[in-house]
């Protein structure tokens, strides 16, 4: 393990996984046990720390020993956004994981994704089947997530979605989890994250890849355990109503680009964005309880389309 470099000799690597981190150390050291623990010898785990005000971190990668392992540390907080461009930098494989340091890999994960781009090695990005556990691990299947099978595609075996029908379907309502997804490393930063996006660069870096031609799996096999929890990044902003002004801006940009391609079905989903505000009044009681007037006022205008 190493703390300032990253390895040499990476001719067998296949999957670079990326770890941008700022919170829970508990939670970050599964994680990184969940990534120790997968199979064969052709991956690397890099941890980009954005400053956690905490020196336990680095002792306790300190003590890590395994030439797998990378540890960097940032001189200064870059934020969410900056962080993952800064992590997706690092990726020399061709395959790249951006995992949540809250979230963990199941035994079996890379050896999945192992086997599915052995088999379809153009495929620009691939969505494992993924169960959700809360802050103390548990299995746990919140509102969210029940929309989120809603909206996914429908399928007992793996399935590739490409074009219109793949960005309605993720316009509709995002069914996919970032943490667990495994991209192509090239068609990543040939796209590269949008600027100023910290809640919805997922989708639109999705978004920008199907727009491009590329093409996703989806695969049923659950293989990821993303965590659900109060203090996520993404939890904060949603009831702040930050989320939402985010997500407003995003679909109204997307549906003139799909405008712009002629799919009109897509087009129609970005505008309407049924499922991001519905999410919008499902927080309305959260504001009030909160005694967030502004909360409840963006929460409110996002649901409605003011």
């Not at 461009?85 to 994960?109: C, N, R």
């Not at 494992?128 to 075996?157: C, E, H, M, Y």
């Not at 793996?158 to 793949?166: A, M, W």
Request: charge should be neutral.
């Amino acid at each position: 393990m190493t703390q300032a470099s990253r390895p040499q000799g990476t001719d067998r690597r296949l999957f670079d996984v990326l770890l941008p981190y700022y919170g829970d150390v508990d939670h970050m050291k599964a994680s990184v046990r969940s990534v120790l623990a997968q199979t064969g010898d052709d991956w690397h785990l890099t941890v980009v720390d954005d400053g956690y005000p905490d020196p336990s971190v680095a002792t306790w990668f300190g003590t890590l020993d395994d030439p797998r392992v990378t540890y960097l540390r940032n001189a200064e907080n870059l934020g969410a956004n900056l962080n993952y461009v800064k992590a997706t930098s690092l990726a020399v494989a061709p395959h790249l994981v951006v995992m949540g340091a809250d979230d963990l890999m199941l035994p079996g994960y890379l050896a999945r994704m192992r086997a599915i781009v052995s088999a379809q090695p153009d495929v620009a990005v691939i969505q494992p089947g993924v169960t959700v556990i809360d802050g103390q691990g548990r299995p746990t299947d919140p509102l969210t997530d029940r929309v989120k099978r809603w909206s996914r595609p429908r399928t007992n075996a793996q399935r590739v979605l490409t074009g219109e029908q793949l960005a309605t379907s993720l316009l509709r309502g995002n069914w996919t989890y970032f943490p667990s997804l495994c991209w192509r490393t090239d068609v990543v930063k040939g796209l590269g994250f949008r600027d100023g996006l910290n809640v919805v660069q997922d989708l639109a870096l999705l978004m920008d890849v199907t727009l491009s031609g590329g093409s996703l799996v989806l695969d049923p096999e659950p293989t990821f355990a993303y965590r659900r929890h109060a203090g996520s990044d993404s939890a904060v902003r949603a009831v702040s109503g930050d989320r939402f002004r985010e997500e407003a801006r995003y679909f109204a940009s997307v549906a003139d680009l799909c405008g712009q391609r002629g799919w009109h079905r897509a087009e129609r989903a970005a505008r309407v964005h049924l499922t991001s505000r519905l999410h919008a009044i499902s927080l309305l009681p959260a504001a009030v309880e909160a005694r967030s007037a502004s909360a409840g006022v963006a929460l409110l205008r996002h649901a409605v389309g003011w």
